[in-house]
Nanobody
């Protein structure tokens, strides 16, 4: 199982970015997929969740600005980030649960078994 994130960049406040998380070695649509982030000097934070049946959840800090989605044909999960703020600056990670086993607390990173290497987002 391998997750590879891409799409991180440096942008100005108010701008947009789309992060991608491509999965290989398994069918990601069977898993709960989440995006986490860790800013400088901050704890890791759950940002968005996409369950195998298409349900989404967002942290209050990004609700209304970020959208998680997937492309089954490409085995890829996306995080569309709009109206970016300096406080969104962080390394963004995608994570996957075991198949058919969505974490009870989706914001708890310890409940995900598979992680990507992260992609840097800087908002100034």
């Amino acid at each position: 199982v391998q997750l590879v994130e891409s799409g991180g960049d440096s942008v100005q406040a108010g701008g947009s970015l789309r992060l991608s998380c491509q999965a290989s070695g398994y069918r990601y649509s069977d898993h709960c997929m989440a995006w986490f982030r860790q800013g400088p000097g901050k704890e890791r934070e759950g940002v968005a969740l996409l369950t195998s049946d298409g349900r989404t959840e967002y942290s209050d800090s990004v609700k209304g600005r970020f959208t998680i989605s997937r492309d089954n044909a490409k085995n890829t999960v996306y995080l569309q980030m709009n109206s970016l703020k300096p406080e969104d600056t962080a390394i963004y990670y995608c994570a996957a649960s075991e198949p058919w086993s969505c974490p009870a607390n989706w914001t708890d990173g310890a409940q995900y078994n598979y992680w990507g290497q992260g992609t840097q987002v800087t908002v100034s």
